[in-house]
């Protein structure tokens, strides 16, 4: 498997020599309604990628105290610019908005997150993942694929994409037994772990010698220092890393997303 951080920047090279010479830039607008770390840490990721492929955004920071009724108001504005490519909102959200309201409220030709139902994207984190296995010549059908974590960010619709490729697909979850998941995790080939545990994954588990597992889990250990969900010497053929790992791809993701939707729109 070629390494996460080359992937990115061959992938990133190519989007930027896509639009070089363009007279009219792939916008995104990113909305933020927080001050959590990781979402401040992320933006700043995603600003970097945009400046590294030449493309243009706008960061729109709304106080904490915002209505929906404001914050779907904003949206909307976007919605109706010719100049703007997708939009964010980045989550979470405050208490007093209604998460799957504002998911709608993106319209599905701009919604580059893939939140939206209607959405013509795929999610960014089961897609960059998806797609990094493909580029990389992984065979999905008929591949015993397991994913433990049903959110709707990850688990679910990374459990649909890989139906989608033909895979044998076990979604495995807080209320699955310990024997039945050690029995299901021992046949797999693929396994996507998302459940915000830390280590949650270790070799008290058996695997195949040929088994790949790809780490969502972003967790900090007593150090501080970030960790996944799955030990770093898990005895399997291949791990993502953690962080430099699903974080770069869930990024690159919204890149291709943004730049579908600026080739589909011009």
């Known amino acids: 498997m070629e390494n996460i951080k080359d992937y990115t920047i061959r992938k990133k090279a190519e989007f930027r020599a896509e639009i070089e010479n363009a007279t009219v830039l792939p916008k995104l607008v990113i909305i933020q309604v927080n001050e959590d770390p990781a979402s401040c840490a992320y933006i700043k990721g995603k600003i970097k990628d945009l400046e590294e492929i030449g493309a243009a955004y706008e960061h729109v920071k709304l106080p904490i105290e915002v209505s929906e009724e404001e914050l779907i108001a ?121 459940v915000g545990k830390l ?25 501080g220092k970030l960790k996944g969900d799955a030990v770093e010497d898990l005895k399997v053929a291949f791990k993502t890393p953690v962080p430099g790992g699903v974080g770069l791809l869930t990024r690159l993701s919204l890149l291709s997303n943004l730049m579908k939707a600026y080739k589909e729109n011009k």
Request: charged share 25%.
């Open 74 to 194: 904003k949206v909307n504005e976007f919605n109706a610019d010719p100049s703007v490519t997708g939009i964010i909102v980045q989550m979470p959200l405050p208490k007093q908005i209604n998460e799957e309201h504002i998911k709608r409220a993106v319209i599905p030709a701009k919604d580059v997150d893939g939140f939206n139902p209607l959405s013509t994207f795929r999610a960014a984190t089961p897609n960059g993942i998806i797609t990094y296995l493909k580029d990389n010549n992984f065979d999905f059908v008929g591949k015993n694929a397991v994913v433990i974590g049903r959110s709707n960010i990850v688990g679910r619709p990374a459990a649909q994409y890989l139906l989608d490729e033909s895979a044998n697909v076990t979604v495995l979850h807080s209320k699955t037994k310990r024997e039945d998941m050690e029995r299901y995790l021992a046949n797999a080939d693929l396994i996507i772990v998302a």
């Open 199 to 223: 280590g949650f994954l270790d070799n008290s588990f058996k695997f195949k010698d040929t088994a790949i597992v790809v780490d969502v889990g972003i967790n900090r250990n007593e150090e």
